[in-house]
């Protein structure tokens, strides 16, 4: 089974500062996606980024980036220019094939972030 | 609206009571997901659907859980003889399949928050 590992429950940063959030992961499956979802307190999740494992370049979208380093097993998301609305809680997510076809998401525990003035 | 729409947005609900929650995904979607987020964790996979097929339930709890899609599109899990454990965030999520083999990336509900006392 896949896994994924966030190890910061929470962050603080200063507007305008970036910031690296944290995730390692763990599968046997030679290809497989890893994704950034946003989840502010209104509780929708929101989609951020997606880095596919044979993917040659890191994903970039806007101020999010992903530092990934398949030899490390890392999914770092990195975000540039903090803004006060980016406080949020922060997921990393894995692809997983289902045996009945499809996929699936399995999802870390979480990073809360809180940007300060 | 455009988004995916779950309802009802909060349900209190005496152990032991049977309980229904709606969605009603993005027109269009095959493909659509019910997670279950407990308080500070990441969603857990509970079942996915393509059109009206229910493709995986190996993430339901136990047959106390059931959802339906019979004609494809609004989905309902129900949950019957509620326990304090269900106490949870019910996360539905809808893609297209071309989008979801993109990018991965899934559209979520505002989520189901259910107290059970």
């Known amino acids: 089974a896949q896994k994924i590992t966030q190890t910061q429950p929470g962050m603080f940063v200063q507007e305008k500062e970036a910031v690296t959030l944290d995730c390692t992961y763990d599968t046997s499956d030679p290809s497989y996606g890893l994704f950034w979802y946003k989840q502010p307190s209104s509780g929708e999740m929101i989609f951020l980024i997606y880095?596919?494992?044979?993917?040659?370049q890191n994903a970039t979208e806007g101020r999010y980036s992903l530092n990934f380093q398949k030899a490390r097993k890392s999914a770092n998301l990195v975000i540039s220019a903090s803004q006060l609305g980016d406080s949020a809680m922060y997921f990393c997510a894995m692809r997983e094939l289902l045996t009945g076809g499809g996929n699936k998401l399995t999802f870390g525990t979480g990073t809360q972030l809180k940007v300060e003035l | 609206g455009a988004g995916v729409s779950q309802s009802p947005r909060y349900k209190v609900a005496k152990r032991g009571q049977d309980v229904a929650l709606r969605c009603d995904p993005i027109?269009?979607?095959?493909?659509l997901f019910w997670y279950q987020q407990a308080l500070g964790q990441g969603p857990e996979f509970l079942t996915y659907f393509q059109n009206e097929a229910q493709l995986d339930k190996s993430g339901l709890p136990s047959d106390r859980f059931f959802a339906e899609r019979p004609e494809g599109s609004v989905s309902t899990l129900k949950i019957q003889r509620t326990q304090q454990e269900d106490s949870a965030v019910y996360l539905c999520a809808s893609t297209s399949v071309g989008e979801y083999v993109r990018t991965g990336e899934l559209f979520f509900g505002e989520g189901s928050r259910l107290t059970v006392l």
């Open positions: 880095q596919g494992s044979y993917d040659q």
């Open positions: 027109s269009g979607h095959v493909s």
